[in-house]
């Protein structure tokens, strides 16, 4: 069966929407909406493949309604026991636990461009968890492995209409869903694995344990509605996943996940920026702008992410500054954070408040520079 573009939906008709298409381009000045269900033939459990068939082929400034599984293809849920959490991340060995839906083929986009993807809108699914792996079996995966050798999952049953949940009596979690991995296919260039198992297996397809300047694990928890990602297009089409859900997660995702859970849909905009050059990727929310960067050692992702942020502040045009200036401006206003610890490569982003910039206003393009 075909998808179709859909102004309006309800969820029978989401059932029955299509698996495939090719968009055909909308008239000037006007977009589609497509949704993306999460099935067998769209969800993919832990590697990236550039040979797999796009699952929506849509356009420039087209919405999509993408709907995400759990971790393993959704098989870890209430229920499920920590032995049987060890089995299913054992049968995946060197993939990732998550589970991406994707990819989404937008058809102006070619390598050499920026995707401006717009984060519109949220909602989760009624169920999350959390968990670490035993440190006896798993010694390296987990901040403190080590002092917990035998590992903890707990279950969390949200209640969407306070946007809450409960973690033990008399303590609450206020819920602030992103996805933790968001991607473009992957770059044709990335280094060889440092640490961890090897980044590609043997038919050719990359893992998504690790970030990298494609996007991919990222985990930054500042992506949630409302957020603009930006990312450099390595693949013609740009391809789209995204996966490993997150309903809430502390910076450093210290015990190796977050509040973890799917989402009904995570709606999104992607915006091909043939003007735009970028080499890692970035973002922007209402109230900063933020540059990240990632690798293995977290004194160099620390040095990437406050690179990207000094060559995002000299090229800007809201106020024009020299690098010095710029580097003074990340020194003094820059909130520089460690994203996670637990990829293998590690992430930093440096955040910088829009609020600095007197004059400057909110949704208005200043220029087409970015890090470079």
């Known amino acids: 069966m075909n998808s179709v ?37 769209t969800v993919q459990w832990g590697w990236y493949d550039t040979s797999e068939p796009p699952k929506l082929t849509i356009h420039s400034g087209d919405t999509v309604s993408i709907e995400t599984l759990s971790h393993s ?68 995966i987990g901040l403190l492995a080590s002092e917990f050798p035998g590992g903890f999952v707990r279950y969390y049953k949200l209640d969407l209409a306070r946007m809450q949940t409960q973690f033990k009596p008399g303590v609450m979690i206020d819920l602030k869903p992103f996805p933790g991995t968001f991607t473009v296919g992957v770059d044709p260039h990335e280094p060889d694995a440092k640490a961890g198992p090897p980044i590609h297996d043997a038919k050719g397809r990359t893992s998504t344990l690790r ?61 091909v ?11 922007e929310t209402k109230t900063h702008w933020i540059f990240m960067g990632y690798d293995e050692d977290l004194n160099q992702a620390m040095r990437i992410a406050v690179e990207q942020t000094v060559h995002w502040l000299s090229a800007q045009s809201i106020v024009p500054m020299s690098r010095e200036e710029a580097y003074a401006l990340t020194s003094i206003v820059g909130d520089c954070r460690v994203t996670q610890v637990v990829d293998i490569r590690k992430g930093v982003h440096c955040m910088i408040p829009k609020a600095v910039f007197v004059d400057y206003q909110a949704g208005r393009r200043h220029g087409g520079h970015s890090p470079q």
């Open 73 to 140: 293809l959704g098989q870890i849920k209430p229920g499920v026991d920590m032995d049987q959490i060890i089995k299913l991340r054992k049968e995946n060995d060197g993939g990732g636990p998550h589970s991406i839906t994707g990819p989404i083929y937008v058809e102006e986009a070619e390598p050499g461009d920026t995707l401006e993807i717009h984060i519109l809108k949220i909602v989760p699914k009624l169920y999350a968890f959390n968990f670490n792996l035993p440190g006896t079996e798993f010694p390296a």
């Open 211 to 271: 970030p990298w300047k494609n996007g991919s694990n990222m985990d930054l928890n500042e992506l949630q509605a409302g957020s603009i990602l930006y990312l450099p297009v390595f693949q013609k089409g740009g391809l789209i996943w995204t996966g490993d859900s997150h309903c809430r997660q502390g910076n450093g995702e210290v015990n190796l996940t977050a509040l973890e859970c799917a989402y009904k849909e995570i709606e999104i905009r992607p915006v």
């Open 5 to 41: 573009p859909v102004a309006s939906f309800t969820p029978l008709l989401i059932l029955g929407l299509a698996l495939s298409a090719h968009a055909q381009p909308p008239p000037p000045g006007t977009s589609r909406h497509y949704v993306l269900p999460a099935t067998p033939a």
């Open 273 to 283: 920026r043939k003007d735009l050059k970028t080499e890692w990727p970035w973002a």
